[in-house]
């Protein structure tokens, strides 16, 4: 087994959790804030971040405007920003995009040698951090769990491929869950970023690195999300469930960083690179089809129909489709993406794609190319057997 990390220094949770920040000690006491839009500058959010950080004596700066699915461009000018401000704190106060982005551009201000994506891509290592700066992750949606995790997902400016990059090294120091921060989320992104946690903790209860400790935790993720997210979807002042979701999202965070994922992921990432289809959503989508696939594997079948019941299903593929309907997602990709030609024309390389991608290798079955093909048809289609090529 691998030894298990479960988050970094500490993780504060519930309300008021921000208060927190009054206690981060540093050297210089500089913190750079990374943004992406102003919703939390809208709530109100950022303000009490900023007062709770200049109440500890902390000079801010800001680096704004971190977009859905990061480019390495972004990254190297946050990376730049940092250099020039010369932070001893990096705080990241946004949903999985920003944490990510933000968790790169550190690796490239501790290292300004480095110059490339490639340069920190496998095989190469990431270098030690936090010779210059620590970093705290203040999550304003419920989805990646990027706060607990050692992973970014970074898109190459000029292939537009999706590189996920992995190493423990990257793990936050800090992780502080304030629910309400949470509320503002629209009933569209609460969904989608709902279902991610979703998938996280149900790729890696069946992952071929399971453990049970991860499963303890990926489990209660996944209750919560059945149970919660209709919830958080109807009504997003619901702080009840708006807890549980961004908890949950930690939990599948610290569950998936340790035993890794599976082919939704694998999927979810050539896809949401080609065309696209936001993150959470894409892995909606695809969720209910690789827990079929899945189930050819007697003993991810096993795994999938003891959770069915713990949510009341017989089902866990018609439950997770059941949960989709309700929040007004699609069934297939065809709807989200609606370009047969080229989406037909794309899907070699989209299954080439998915075969090398690093969640695949913990699947509980791994698809050749041809198999990634026929499912990835599958998918857009929403048909029940394979789609001849
Ligand atoms: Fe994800």
Redesign the pocket.
Same mark, same amino acid.
């Given at each position: 087994m691998r030894p298990m990390k479960l988050g970094g220094e500490y993780i504060i949770f519930g309300e008021n959790a921000l208060e927190y920040l009054t206690q981060l000690e540093g050297d210089k006491k500089r913190a750079l804030i990374v943004l992406g839009g102003s919703s939390v500058q809208k709530s109100g959010y950022l303000t009490k971040i900023e007062n709770y950080l200049t109440s500890a004596d902390f000079t801010i700066d800001y680096f704004t405007g971190v977009e859905p699915d990061p480019s390495f461009n972004t990254v190297q000018k946050g990376a730049q920003k940092m250099v020039e401000f010369g932070p001893d704190w990096i705080i990241a106060v946004g949903g999985?995009s920003v944490m990510d982005a933000a968790k790169a551009m550190w690796i490239y201000y501790e290292h300004p040698q480095l110059k490339t994506l490639e340069e920190i891509s496998p095989p190469n290592k990431i270098p030690a951090l936090r010779k210059k700066a620590k970093m705290a992750c203040i999550p304003t949606t419920s989805?990646? !769990?990027s706060e607990v995790s050692r992973s970014v997902?970074i898109t190459d400016t000029e292939t537009h491929i999706k590189h996920g990059i992995g190493d423990m090294e990257m793990m936050p120091d800090i992780a502080i869950l304030e629910p309400g921060i949470t509320a503002s989320v629209p009933p569209k992104f609460t969904a989608a970023t709902g279902m991610?946690v979703l998938?996280?903790a149900l790729e890696a209860l069946v992952s071929k690195r399971a453990n049970i400790v991860a499963d303890t935790m990926a489990e209660r993720a996944a209750i919560d999300v059945f149970t919660y997210l209709p919830a958080a979807y109807k009504e997003g002042n619901d702080l009840v469930a708006r807890e549980k979701l961004l908890l949950a999202s930690c939990l599948a965070g610290m569950a998936?960083t340790n035993v890794s994922?599976g082919i939704v992921?694998s999927i979810?990432h050539a896809v949401g690179g080609k065309f696209g289809v936001p993150? !959470?959503l894409a892995?909606a989508i695809i969720l209910p089809y690789v827990i079929e696939f899945n189930s050819q594997d007697e003993k991810a079948a096993e795994i999938y129909r003891q959770f069915a019941e713990k949510v009341g299903h017989e089902d866990l593929a018609q439950a997770v489709r059941d949960l989709n309907e309700m929040l007004e997602i699609p069934a297939h990709l065809k709807a989200e993406i609606e370009k047969d030609e080229e989406f037909e024309a794309a899907i070699p390389e989209l299954a080439e794609l998915a075969s090398k991608d690093g969640c695949t290798k913990t699947n509980p079955v791994i698809p050749d190319v041809d198999g990634f093909k026929e499912l990835i048809a599958t998918i857009y289609y929403g048909t029940k057997i394979g789609v001849q090529l």
């Open positions: 999985g989805g990646t !769990g997902v991610d998938t996280h998936f994922l992921h979810a993150h !959470g892995n």
